[in-house]
């Protein structure tokens, strides 16, 4: 598969496009000025405890405070804050992380306010981005993704991404994370990791370690609420957790962004360095590769496929829905079963497409065309399976039910993306409201009494919309006649269909237009 980054860099944003076989699959939009990113490390303080909630909000510098449930404290949160503390108080020196003698595990049932209290500075990261009208969702179970590995302070479980299949593979990266582990760190083994040698394993531990130890080392000259890490800009995310060998190439418009990156792909894969590129051409960097044509095509309320099979997408403050129609794709050899199949597993594709693109989160509901046969119900569901197995975010998929619904659930950690697709009316300036047609044949008439009466002009045309021009030609009492009974001479009207309706405009003996 041939897969390319295109990065789109201005002063607000940066626009991040992956494609696949030239197929854009990715949309991502990081903000210059976001302060709330997924994984960004905050020390926050307590400001209420909702024991109905079993949880708390956090000030963590946001409008609205950051939500913390029971649940996502970890089990080892009394370690965790006593460290905090002891860094908070310049004494984390005295006892080394590794040192710390772990408490006791929080039970799952218990009550967040035999843990936390009003008032108490507490370290947090940001689980998942400002949404709509709530704030920022945090953990205090902090995890730092590297290249190979992520690693989890005070833990000491290793677990391997389910997606490295061999057995002996998943028992030898066991061996060498075991052998390499410093002790109160877990860590969670990727699936880039597969086949890598220890000392690539080591170097993205050792970077790990040396990030926590960087957080602790500036507590004490810090006050809530306060930043203390900031992740990795969006770019080098995707870089991190998407490449590899498939990656062909890199495009960036800006040139410090494209040293940046470089940079970073030197770091994590020295060999891939020279697949970035910078692109100088005049042309935007979206329009040159074709990305805006296919954005314009694939966000908005209506998505067609080349075939004639087309998407509705509705979305709504609980769930999306996506409903499937067959357009005029209708195959006169097959049933109805089988036409109803085919374009079923063509908007399976599109659908995992259309999640992807626009990082549509929570619960989705796709209405697929009624199919009868089981066996053509189960090839859908598995055709669904693989196509969203290309998705990087945790997803459940429910089989049909017996109205042809699938369910999904698809983890939610950003703000949707979107991408208006619909322009601003030129005539209604967005109101949906225009002016009367009495206004506007009065607007015509001060017009040409000022042309005729101040500037002497003769031989007078109106160009409007056809509707006006009936208007203005037909009944008894037509404002033609009106007009050739005042001025003594006669106004000719043309209807232009390729003016809206609000829209006039003067010519004279020459056809050419009066500016006025």
């Known amino acids: 598969m041939n897969r390319e980054l295109i990065i789109d860099s201005n002063l607000s944003e940066v626009n991040i496009a992956l494609l696949e076989d030239k197929n854009l699959v990715e949309l991502n939009k990081e903000q210059t000025n976001n302060k709330f990113a997924v994984g960004d490390v905050f020390l926050g303080k307590v400001k209420r405890i909702m024991p109905g909630l079993n949880a708390a909000f956090v000030d963590v510098g946001y409008e609205k405070d950051a939500f913390l449930h029971y649940l996502d404290l970890g089990p080892q949160i009394r370690t965790f804050n006593k460290y905090v503390k002891l860094g908070l108080l310049q004494k984390a020196h005295l006892t080394s992380h590794e040192e710390m003698v772990p408490e006791k595990d929080i039970e799952k049932t218990g009550k967040i306010n035999q843990v936390l209290i009003s008032g108490q500075q507490i370290l947090v990261q940001i689980a998942k981005e400002p949404i709509s009208t ?54 969670i083994i990727r699936t880039v990791a597969e086949n890598k040698k220890v000392a690539e394993l080591d170097t993205d531990m050792r970077d790990l370690v040396g990030k926590w130890e960087s957080i602790i080392g500036k507590l004490p000259h810090l006050q809530a609420p306060h930043k203390v890490l900031s992740e990795l800009d969006r770019t080098s995310q995707i870089l991190r957790d998407v490449l590899n060998e498939s990656f062909n190439s890199v495009y960036v418009n800006d040139p410090i ?16 360095k020279d697949i970035v590129k910078h692109y100088k051409s005049r042309i935007p960097i979206f329009e040159h590769f074709g990305i805006d044509k296919q954005l314009r095509s694939s966000f908005g309320k209506t998505v067609t496929i080349k075939s004639g099979v087309y998407l509705i997408i509705e979305h709504t403050e609980a769930l999306h829905v996506i409903d499937i129609n067959s357009g005029h794709r209708v195959n006169k050899d097959n049933s109805q079963e089988q036409n109803a199949l085919a374009v079923n597993l063509e908007s399976a594709i599109e659908v995992a497409r259309q999640l992807r693109l626009r990082d549509m989160g929570g619960i989705i509901v796709v209405d697929f065309i009624d199919l009868h046969d089981a066996k053509n119900r189960r090839a859908l569901y598995q055709k669904l399976k693989d196509e969203m ?21 698809r983890q939610r950690v950003r703000p949707e993306t979107t991408v208006p697709v619909l322009e601003k009316c030129p005539v209604c300036a967005g109101s949906g409201e225009i002016k009367s047609s009495m206004m506007i044949v009065d607007e015509i008439e001060n017009n040409l009494n000022y042309l005729i009466q101040d500037q002497n002009q003769k031989h007078l045309t109106i160009g409007v919309h056809p509707f006006i021009e009936a208007y ?23 209807g232009l269909h390729d003016f809206h309706f609000m829209e006039y405009q003067f010519y004279d003996r020459n056809k050419e237009i009066i500016k006025h």
């Open 472 to 494: 203005l030609k037909k009944g008894l009492w037509k404002y033609q006649v009106r007009w050739f009974l005042k001025y003594k001479q006669w106004v000719n009207i043309h």
């Open 134 to 187: 709530k704030g920022p969702r945090i953990t205090t179970e902090i995890s730092f993704p590297g290249r190979f590995i992520v690693l989890l302070p005070f833990s000491n479980k290793i677990s391997i991404s389910q997606k490295i299949r061999s057995k002996d593979e998943r028992n030898r990266l066991k061996r060498l994370i075991m052998s390499i582990k410093p002790n109160n760190y877990g860590v």
């Open 257 to 272: 962004l494209y040293e940046e990156t470089r940079a970073y792909l030197g770091t994590i894969a020295p060999e891939k």
């Open 389 to 409: 197995a290309k998705d990087r975010a945790k997803h459940t998929i429910l089989p049909p039910t017996k109205f042809g619904l699938i369910q999904i659930t």
